[in-house]
C-alpha cells in the first residue's frame, strides 16, 4: 500500500472514529485497514489513534497529520484534475455538510440527483444544527442559513428565508390573529429548544428592534415537532420560512405578523478554493445554485 492509500486510510478511520467503519466506507477488510495505520504509526514513529475496547480516538499529533493529509490528498486532486484538463469529469468523494431540516427537505432531493447524473461520485453529508469547521472536518461543500463571516471562502448565494409566526388557521379562528408582537404573551406557544431565540423573540417595529420574553407551555428539542403541534392546532410557533413553506402552501399553517418580521437570512451554498476548484466540488455548487436559486421557498419573488 503506498502512502497516499494509507493517508486515505487513515483520514477515514479518523472520520468515521472506528476501524469497521472506516473498512465499509472504503469497501476493505478490517484487518486491512488495522494494518494499515499500524504501519503508517510504525513508519512515523508517533501514535495517531488512541484505541479502546469501545471507540477510537484522534490524538494530537494525529489531528496535526490528519491536515496535513487533507491538504496533501486535495492537493494530489487538483494535479490530477488540472491534468485531465477541461474535460475532467466530476469523480471521487463529496463531503458536504448542511442544517438538519434543510438537508432532508432540500439538500437530499439534490444529492441523489446529483448522484444519478454523476456515477463516479460518492458523497458524505454530515447535516447538522452547527457551524462545522470545513477545513478541520474537511468538508467541500457546505449549505449556511445566515450572514457569513469573512472567511475567505467561497460563496454563491441561492436564496433567502425568513423568522416566521405560524399557527393553523383553526387555532387563529378560535383565539384571534395577533395584531402585534406582544400579544403573543397572551397567547399559547410551541417553541423548539434547538432555537436559540426560545424565551426572547426578536422582531422589527417600524425599523426599531422589538424583544418579546415568551413562557411557552410546550418546549420541544426539535423545529419538527415544533411545527407539528402547531399544525395540530395547539398554538403558535417560530421558525424558519422553510420549514413550513409547505405546510403554508397547503393550508395547514398560516403566517402572521408579516409587518415585524426581522430582515430575511441569506442562504449561501460555500465550499473552498485553491488554485482549481475540484471538478466534483464546482459541478454540485453549480447544481445546487440552479435548483436552488429556482425554488419559490427560497425564492418567493423569483419571476416565473
Known amino acids: 500500500m503506498d502512502r497516499f492509500q494509507e493517508m486515505q486510510v487513515f483520514l477515514a478511520v479518523a ?33 495517531l489513534l488512541n484505541r479502546t475496547t469501545r471507540s477510537v480516538y484522534i490524538t494530537e499529533a494525529g489531528q496535526r497529520y490528519a491536515e496535513d493529509c487533507r491538504r496533501i490528498l486535495a492537493e494530489l486532486e487538483e494535479a490530477e484534475e488540472s491534468a485531465a484538463g ?7 468523494q463529496l463531503t458536504l455538510t448542511a442544517p438538519v431540516l434543510f438537508g432532508e427537505l432540500f439538500v437530499t432531493p439534490l444529492m441523489v ?10 458523497i458524505r453529508a454530515l447535516l447538522v444544527d452547527r457551524v462545522v469547521s470545513m477545513v478541520d472536518e474537511g ?31 383553526a387555532f387563529l379562528d378560535a383565539h384571534g390573529r395577533p395584531t402585534h408582537p406582544e400579544q403573543l404573551q397572551q397567547m399559547q406557544v410551541v417553541a423548539s429548544a434547538s432555537s436559540p431565540l426560545l424565551s426572547d423573540w426578536q422582531f422589527e417595529d417600524n425599523g426599531s428592534p422589538l424583544s418579546v420574553r415568551l413562557q411557552p407551555r410546550l418546549v420541544v428539542t426539535a423545529n419538527q415537532a415544533a411545527i407539528n403541534a402547531a399544525a395540530l392546532g395547539w398554538g403558535l410557533t ?12 397547503s393550508g395547514e399553517l398560516e403566517i402572521v405578523l408579516q409587518d415585524f418580521e426581522q430582515p430575511p437570512l441569506p442562504v449561501h451554498v460555500v465550499y473552498q478554493g485553491g488554485r482549481k476548484v475540484a471538478a466534483k466540488v464546482r459541478a ?8 436552488l436559486g429556482q425554488d419559490p421557498a427560497l425564492n418567493p419573488h423569483r419571476p416565473g
Open 15 to 47: 472520520e468515521e472514529q472506528g476501524f469497521a467503519a472506516a473498512a465499509r466506507r472504503l469497501n476493505m477488510s478490517p484487518p486491512s485497514v488495522t494494518r494499515a495505520v499500524a504501519a503508517l504509526e510504525e513508519r512515523i514513529g508517533t501514535l
Open 86 to 92: 477541461s474535460h475532467a469529469m466530476p469523480r471521487g
Open 113 to 122: 440527483d446529483f448522484l444519478e447524473l454523476h456515477p463516479a461520485v460518492l
Open 139 to 169: 468538508i467541500d461543500v457546505a449549505v449556511r442559513i445566515g450572514n457569513l463571516p469573512d472567511s475567505g471562502l467561497n460563496a454563491v448565494r441561492v436564496g433567502e428565508v425568513r423568522r416566521v409566526i405560524c399557527a393553523s388557521p
Open 238 to 249: 417560530r421558525v424558519l420560512s422553510y420549514q413550513v413553506a409547505a405546510k403554508v402552501a
Open 284 to 291: 454540485f455548487v453549480d447544481f445546487c445554485e440552479q435548483r
